[in-house]
């Protein structure tokens, strides 16, 4: 009797096996939704949109861009986290998903139960801008302005608890001085903002202020990673400017709803990774200033949970709440 169910147990986890890579293999069957949890135009379109087009050609069903911005990124989330777990829909997070776990009471999704990781696709520098006519030219010029007038400096961000807020809050702890949050409603507004010079300075993803800075009206006094950006190696790191140890990245990551099927999973990561190796797309996210990930859905895992013990300990300490 035991055999007996053994060998009906083994045959039904070889039947679901079998299925499940019968499934992959005709898959994908239909067009692809890739989900940007942001309004058009920002980092995580610049990225995505050569990643899809590359994934058209390759899979021959469209992979298409859909928004649904709002909420610093949970109601993409939200969507994905409650979508069908058949790969059909996928949704690219930013650091922003990692922030959330901390930052906003009573998420609708728990942040790691509730998503199939495939892949993290890229991480970007940081890059702290004044407008060009600031006084200010070096880290060490703002870190001496500040401190000489505590509070009297403003920054700009893309909103409370995104990134480009909380990357400034650790800065400020680090070193010790004060400024003062102004936050705007996306990247774009805030790059507007700092060419109004309503605010002295913004930490922003590279990809947002590059055309700034290439076109003279933004001055870049340093990044925030580890390494100088291969777009900007005139710019110093932060961590160069006094401040050892500083490595910041935004981080961009495409996720499926939870229970997706492990081959699903595997070939949507393969067809990510090889899309960005095509020439002309990996020449076009690099020229962003993206550095190419590519990893496994287990490293992205991963990530995920140190991200949000790292950043959920600047939310606690800086006290920052969502909008």
């Known amino acids: 009797m035991k055999i007996t169910k053994l060998l009906a147990a083994l045959t039904g986890a070889a039947t679901i096996v079998f299925a499940q890579g019968a499934l992959a293999q005709n898959f994908p069957a239909k067009p692809i939704r890739l989900v940007m949890p942001y309004s058009p ?13 590359e994934m058209s050609k390759s899979l021959g069903q469209q992979v298409l861009i859909e928004y649904k911005p709002g909420a610093g990124s949970t109601i993409g989330a939200d969507y994905i986290a409650k979508s069908a777990p058949d790969g059909y829909t ?12 901390t930052l906003v009471p009573k998420l609708p999704y728990d942040t790691v139960k509730d998503f199939s990781s ?7 520098p940081l890059v702290v801008v004044v407008n060009a006519q600031s006084n200010i030219h070096t880290m060490q010029d703002l870190i001496a302005a500040a401190k000489a007038n505590p509070g009297k400096l403003n920054y700009g961000s893309a909103g409370a608890g995104n990134t480009s807020h909380l990357a400034v809050e650790y800065f400020k702890s680090v070193v010790g001085i004060d400024l003062t949050h ?20 913004m930490f922003d993803s590279l990809s947002s202020s590059l055309a700034q800075i ?11 990673t580890a390494k100088r950006s291969h777009v900007l190696p005139q710019v110093p790191t932060i961590a160069e400017s006094g401040v050892p140890g500083f490595d910041i990245s935004a981080w961009y990551g495409v996720f499926a709803a939870a229970g ?11 067809e ?3 899309a960005m190796a095509v020439p002309d797309a990996k020449q076009r996210i690099e020229g962003y200033g993206y550095q190419i990930v590519g990893s496994t859905p287990a490293q992205l895992d991963a990530h995920v949970k140190s991200e949000m013990a790292r950043w959920g300990k600047v939310v606690k300490d800086s006290g920052a709440q969502a909008n």
Do not use: C, W
Not at 41 to 53: E, K, Q, V, W, Y
Not at 118 to 124: D, E, G, Y
């Open 272 to 274: 990510i990774i090889k």
């Open 41 to 53: 135009g920002g980092s995580s379109d610049i990225l995505a949109r050569p990643i899809a087009n």
């Open 118 to 124: 495939i892949t993290l696709a890229a991480t970007l």
């Open 214 to 224: 290439q076109g003279g009206k933004f001055r870049a006094i340093g990044v925030s």
């Open 260 to 270: 997706t099927p492990a081959p699903i999973v595997q070939k949507l990561n393969a």
């Open 182 to 201: 102004v936050p705007y409603k996306g990247s774009g507004p805030a790059v507007a903002g700092l060419l109004g010079r309503e605010v002295d300075l």
């Open 90 to 101: 996928l949704v690219m997070l930013l650091t922003a998903h990692a922030i959330n776990a």
